[in-house]
């Protein structure tokens, strides 16, 4: 049986990959706070799914249409603080369809 020691310095090198790729995603995501509503709704209109940042500590994935939803999924849609406008509507989220009774 072969067995070897797992090595001490794994867990810190999972731990700072962990934090130099968190910290760039993170700084990556667009913020709708620091856009127009126009800019806002031309980048997810460019993407058609994004995630982005809508305050301090909350961010959402907004698609442009239902077709960046599963088939299960409806759109409603999302407001979010822009610089121009503090309730834009900058897409759409997709959320679960309410099954009533079952069926």
């Known amino acids: 049986m072969n067995y070897r020691m797992p090595s001490p310095f794994r867990p810190l090198t ?3 990959l962990f934090a130099a790729l968190g910290s760039q995603a993170f700084a990556a ?3 709708t706070r620091t856009m127009t ?3 806002a709704r031309g980048t997810i209109a460019q993407n058609g799914s994004l995630v982005m940042t809508t305050g301090e500590h909350t961010y959402t994935r907004v698609v442009h249409n239902r077709g960046f939803c599963s088939p299960s999924q409806d759109v409603v849609r999302e407001i979010a603080p822009t ?4 309730r834009c509507r900058v897409g759409y ?3 679960e369809r309410l099954v009533v009774g079952g069926k």
């Open 37 to 39: 509503c126009a800019q």
């Open 83 to 86: 610089q121009d406008d503090p």
């Open 29 to 31: 995501r667009p913020d």
């Open 14 to 16: 999972a731990a700072i």
């Open 93 to 95: 989220t997709c959320n």
